[in-house]
């Protein structure tokens, strides 16, 4: 007989916030590196030194550019997520009770 | 099947694979239709040849884009933001109208997943094959089928990332430095970044990507209302469920007209039963639809158990397709789509950018003349060369002394060009704005002008 319930399975608390942050950061990335990119070329800024030729430079810059601005926005995000996960929750009246505390930190991902 | 029964969510639960069964059906067969659209644009568009030249390309190198016969320069952004602009409120418009119609057939994620599902029964077989071949001990029947796959998975998703950067480098030298294996160093970074994006998402991510990554899955509800397309349960018809026995058209009196084959559920691609009502992890894929409306069929009851329908037609009311938001959205789009299809025929094919010289604001010459220096950059988008002339507008007696006044541009070329502008003396004092402007000399009606500010003496 076949289950009709469907398989449960979650990702943890710290998972999910690394997810989102890696994928929402990534998005961020790409439209900043389109918008900073399409008003300024990158070889302008004192990086005419290091190639001769712009052909290779340029790819070689957005590449960069985009990788900083992923890790600045994944930051943001991390921290974000990472403050949100850990946030204690409002105490509730029962607060100081062993069950209430356990239960408070089982929310917070704690084990 | 080994029965998963957990007591509510568990914080730390191994990520357990879904299994989603295969389902034919008009659905299946629209998002097959869909795919081979999808992926055929992506894979082809790049060999598409157009005037001597890949037609779309983006020359990240060159600071140009190529969409068949229109050329964009960095200053043509403001084009690509209203692109943009448009893709989001279709996305809504097309929500609000019938729901998650992005998620179930034209995303990304959903579209290189259904190939790379494709793939996995290819070479693992059906559902229950797979199931079994994973809880099998390993042997060289099951090491033979997990190669198969992974040399499918990844070879498509190297050619994959390899597309990709197709799109921005030339495709065809691509495919000869491979060849030749001079492949540069971002090129090939690109190609196996990419590749490995696809090759996660698409084989391993899958749905969790739709229900923990996207946030277009968590913010899409706020669009719908009562007159939305959703992914349906009639429970009024369906309920009470129950099995049949083997003489599937003797019912049990009472019975609703769900036999609970649970087929809907193992069909589901996100793992959920849509029988519970609309759930924000459904991506309205509409594979329990086919799956159920294969076994009503069979047993001799009406399709559409599970079907496309608006809540207002599942509580027995008509549906209102023409709601506010659906006027205002389409209104809105319509108008927006109007203004860019003018503003891409009409563009003017040249335009022009003038920088101040930073080292000094102005210069008086040996005669009492007053210059100022600036460069200027003539960009010229069209598909031809021109000569153009430059002039100062609005400067009363003003001269400009190029290196040239007349300037070629190469077809879309862009050249910068360093030019005094100077006056008579004793004509205007401090700061004053004029503006430069440049002409073809072929084409009269092909003209740009740019403002600037001139400075004389205090």
Not at chain 2, 91 to 113: I, K
Not at chain 2, 200 to 218: H, S, T
Request: proline residues 6%; hydrophobic residues 45%.
């Amino acid at each position: 007989m076949l289950p009709s319930e469907p398989p449960v399975a979650h990702w943890s608390p710290r998972s999910q916030g690394i997810g989102v942050a890696v994928w929402t950061s990534f998005l961020v990335a790409c439209i900043e590196s389109m918008i900073v990119f399409a008003f300024l070329d990158p070889v302008t800024l004192g990086f005419e030194g290091l190639s001769p030729s712009l052909a290779a430079l340029r790819p070689m810059l957005y590449g960069c550019g985009f990788f900083l601005f992923w890790s600045f926005a994944f930051i943001a995000s991390g921290v974000t997520a990472y403050m949100m996960e850990t946030t204690p929750r409002t105490r509730s009246p029962a607060a100081g009770s062993p069950a209430a505390g356990s239960a408070a930190a089982s929310r917070r991902g704690e084990s | 099947m080994t029965t998963t029964a957990v007591v509510g969510p568990p914080l730390y639960a191994a990520q357990q694979k879904i299994y989603a069964r295969e389902v034919h059906g008009r659905y299946a067969r629209m998002r097959s239709a869909s795919v081979i659209v999808l992926l055929g644009v992506f894979y082809g568009l790049p060999w598409l040849r157009w005037n001597g030249r890949q037609a779309v390309l983006f020359d990240l190198p060159a600071r140009k884009f190529y969409i068949f016969g229109l050329t964009l320069f960095p200053q043509d952004f403001w084009l690509l933001t209203w692109l943009l602009i448009m893709a989001a409120l279709s996305l809504f418009f097309f929500t609000a109208l019938a729901g998650r119609l992005w998620c179930g057939f034209a995303c990304p994620q959903t579209v290189w997943t259904e190939i790379f599902v494709w793939m996995e029964r290819l070479t693992e077989g059906s559902r229950t094959q797979q199931m079994k071949l994973a809880r099998a001990p390993w042997s060289v029947r099951k090491f033979a089928r997990k190669s198969a796959k992974q040399i499918l998975w990844i070879s498509f998703a190297i050619f994959t990332g390899m597309t990709f950067v197709g799109f921005f480098s030339p495709i065809d030298g691509l495919v000869g430095k491979i060849a030749a294996a001079s492949l540069g160093g971002w090129e090939a970074f690109w190609i196996i970044f990419y590749g490995f994006a696809t090759y996660g998402n698409a084989g391993y991510l899958r749905e969790q990507v739709c229900k923990y990554m996207c946030p277009y899955a968590r913010f899409q509800s706020a669009m719908f209302d009562r007159d939305t397309l959703i992914i349906s349960y009639d429970a009024a018809r369906g309920e009470p469920r129950g099995a049949r026995s083997h003489d599937a058209a003797v019912r049990p009196a009472g019975q609703g007209d769900c036999v609970d084959c649970t087929l809907c559920v193992q069909a589901c691609p996100t793992g959920i039963d849509i029988r519970r009502g609309l759930q924000y992890e459904c991506i309205a894929c509409a594979a329990c639809v086919d799956a159920c409306d294969a076994v009503m069929t069979k047993i001799g009851s009406p399709v559409g158990l599970v079907r496309y329908a608006t809540q207002a037609e599942i509580d027995g009311e008509p549906t209102r397709l023409i709601r506010p938001r659906i006027v205002v959205y389409s209104v809105l789009l319509v108008s927006l789509m109007a203004g860019f299809a003018y503003a891409v025929t009409h563009r003017m094919p040249v335009d022009l950018d003038v920088l101040r010289d930073r080292s000094s604001l102005y210069r008086e010459l040996d005669d009492g003349r007053i210059e100022n220096v600036f460069t200027v950059r003539i960009i010229n988008k069209d598909q031809h060369a021109h000569t153009f002339r430059l002039a100062p507008v609005k400067l009363p007696n003003a001269v400009i002394d190029a290196e040239s006044p007349t300037q070629s541009v190469d077809a879309e070329d862009v050249k910068s060009v360093v030019v005094r502008v100077r006056i008579p003396p004793a004509q205007g004092h401090g700061g004053q704005d004029f503006a430069i402007s440049v002409q073809a000399l072929d084409d009269p009606k092909l003209t740009a002008t740019s403002r600037a500010r001139f400075f004389s003496k205090p």
